[in-house]
């Protein structure tokens, strides 16, 4: 089965100090991967995506992620944390189901504290 | 500016009751979406369109209708065979022009109460 997972409900990180958010995959073929961000009652914003080339990915706001094919992985980083960075943050893949399709993780919080 | 845009922003549904969620989009997209956001679940796909006056049902369209007759609007009619419509629903789009399903564009939400 097709599916994305994100193993940590919450991160919790001061601020200042860099951040991961993990994400693992299992696709057929070669995958689409994204990042996106939610703030409280409000839609997704998009960060960053993997097609191919560079196995490192800079998106918006500083974040950036990491492709790793042989641990089926895609992490989303950034250097130094902001307060402002606390969200809930989803993992998502294209995916070739009998049709494609996008599947995302279920999401991770994200807490920055001062 | 460019965007999307959901109306109303919160909704109250009688049992019984259907109820039809707005969304425009006047970024020149082809595909639309709608998805429902349930705590701890991520998003579920309800329908998707691809172009006008198509669209294919996703993973929990049971309850839900929808209609593609302007490529700017997709809305969503929550029917009272939704038996647990309470939820956070989510439209967004993405440019034909790549492959289906590459980057999308969210919305800012509907979220509907049942009393």
């Known amino acids: 089965a097709q599916s994305v997972a994100q193993p940590e409900d919450q991160v919790n990180v001061a601020e200042g100090n860099p951040l991961t958010v993990k994400c693992t995959y299992s696709?057929?073929?070669?995958?689409?991967l994204f990042w996106y961000v939610q703030y409280p009652n409000r839609g997704l914003q998009f960060l960053l995506k993997?097609?191919?080339?560079?196995?490192l990915v800079k998106g918006s706001y500083g974040f950036e992620a990491e492709f790793n094919k042989s641990q089926t992985s895609f992490h989303l980083k950034k250097p130094s944390a902001l307060v402002s960075d606390s969200a809930l943050y989803f993992c998502a893949v294209r995916a070739n189901t009998g049709g494609f399709k996008t599947i995302f993780g279920a999401g991770t919080r994200l807490f920055v504290k001062a | 500016d460019g965007g999307i845009t959901q109306s109303p922003k919160y909704l109250f549904r009688k049992e019984g009751q259907n109820v039809t969620l707005s969304c425009e989009q006047n970024l020149n997209h082809d595909a639309m979406y709608w998805y429902r956001q349930d705590p701890g679940q991520g998003l579920r796909l309800i329908y998707y369109?691809?172009?006008?006056?198509?669209?294919q049902k996703g993973d929990i369209a049971e309850g839900y209708s929808v209609s593609r007759e302007k490529k700017e609007s997709f809305p969503l009619t929550v029917t009272s065979a939704q038996k647990n419509p309470t939820a956070f629903y989510l439209c967004a789009s993405s440019t034909g022009g790549g492959p289906l399903w590459d980057t999308q564009y969210f919305g800012p939400g509907t979220r509907l109460t049942v009393l």
């Open positions: 696709v057929s073929g070669n995958p689409y």
């Open positions: 993997y097609i191919t080339g560079d196995n």
């Open positions: 369109s691809q172009i006008v006056n198509d669209f």
